[in-house]
């Protein structure tokens, strides 16, 4: 009875310490930020390992993250990188499964929106891999074309030229990959 007491005591105590560094970030739609994740198993040995946790994301989508790295004995350390999705609060948080006590952390992400230039910028680069083959995350591309018609009904009179030149070399590439897909399908 006297050792459940106690436990139930002190397993505040027992919780895995986890902390990113830097615990805030901010950045525009778009840019990329790393955060190194820390773990300290507080209760030896543990059962469940550092891999018992999930990571979930908010307005950011993950670019990398590394293997867990042993610093010592219960300590581990993580690199994560993150990309800006969207304008607003963004989160990453790892929370940690523990049958003796469960542990949370989060970063939060400050974004802010860019510059038209750079979302088109952003678009034509995403739509220049897309036609040479290239992996791309057809979300971001998406998120960025939106952004860019979002952003249009700001400009102002003077600017809406270029911006049209821009958005029709944009549906050329759009259409130069149609065009690339329906002779892929038809086997020419």
């Given at each position: 009875?006297?050792?459940?007491?106690?436990?139930?005591?002190?397993?505040?105590?027992?919780?895995?310490?986890?902390?990113?560094?830097?615990?805030k970030g901010k950045?525009?739609?778009g840019s990329l930020i790393t955060f190194r994740l820390e773990a300290r198993l507080e209760h030896l040995p543990c059962l469940l390992g550092i891999e018992n946790h999930t990571l979930a994301y908010e307005k950011?989508?993950?670019?990398?993250?590394?293997?867990?790295?042993s610093l010592g004995p219960g300590?581990?350390?993580?690199?994560?990188?993150?990309?800006?999705?969207?304008?607003g609060?963004?989160?990453?948080?790892?929370?940690?499964?523990?049958?003796?006590?469960?542990?949370?952390e989060e970063a939060e992400i400050?974004?802010?929106?860019?510059?038209?230039?750079?979302?088109?910028q952003e678009a034509r680069?995403?739509?220049?891999?897309?036609?040479?083959?290239?992996?791309?995350?057809?979300?971001?591309?998406?998120?960025?074309?939106?952004?860019?018609?979002?952003q249009s009904a700001k400009i102002k009179e003077r600017e809406k030229k270029s911006f049209?030149?821009?958005?029709?070399?944009?549906v050329e590439a759009i259409n130069k990959i149609s065009n690339l897909a329906q002779e892929a399908i038809e086997g020419n």
């Open positions: 009875m006297r050792q459940k007491f106690l436990l139930f005591i002190f397993s505040p105590l027992f919780a895995t310490i986890i902390t990113f560094s830097p615990p950045g525009s739609v950011v989508g993950p670019v990398s993250l590394s293997a867990w790295e300590r581990y350390r993580r690199i994560i990188t993150v990309r800006l999705l969207e304008k609060k963004g989160k990453i948080k790892l929370t940690y499964a523990c049958p003796v006590k469960s542990s949370a400050e974004i802010t929106e860019r510059s038209l230039d750079d979302a088109y680069r995403l739509l220049s891999e897309l036609v040479i083959g290239k992996e791309v995350n057809l979300s971001y591309l998406k998120i960025t074309l939106a952004e860019i018609i979002q049209l030149e821009k958005a029709k070399s944009i």
